[in-house]
């Protein structure tokens, strides 16, 4: 079992930024890849970057690439998701995602981002 505790959500305004954070624990070395997910009031969860246990980035969403950045520390069992330049329409819950080995999918609870004026 993996377990996922997300950080760092709030306000900010149009053009500001935010920097996420996620913590993992339990059986932190079977996790082979790390992954941001959003989900928008209305809209479907949709995946926004993703990076493997070797921190090599898999993906961007083409809406945040330039913008956000993800990375990941080991040692602190920890990704990061630095979102800079940011819009009203990335206003959403984000979420953190674990993919294990033994094919285990862990998600997080939640922060809530939202970019407002």
């Known amino acids: 079992q993996v377990q996922l505790v997300e950080s760092g959500g709030g306000l900010v305004q149009p053009g500001g930024s935010l920097r996420l954070s996620c913590a993992a624990s339990?059986?932190?070395?079977?996790?082979?890849?790390l992954s941001w997910h959003r989900q928008a009031p209305g809209k479907e969860r949709e995946l926004v970057a993703r990076?493997?246990?070797?921190?090599?980035?898999?993906n961007y969403a083409d809406t945040v690439k330039g913008r956000f950045t993800i990375s990941r520390d080991n040692a602190q069992n920890t990704v990061a998701l630095q979102m800079n330049s940011l819009k009203v329409e990335d206003t959403a819950v984000y979420y953190c995602?674990?993919?294990?080995?033994?094919?285990?999918?862990?998600w997080g609870q939640g922060t809530q981002v939202t970019v407002s004026s």
């Open positions: 995602r674990a993919l294990s080995s033994s094919g285990g999918v862990y």
């Open positions: 339990g059986f932190t070395s079977s996790i082979v890849s």
């Open positions: 990076i493997s246990s070797f921190g090599v980035i898999l």
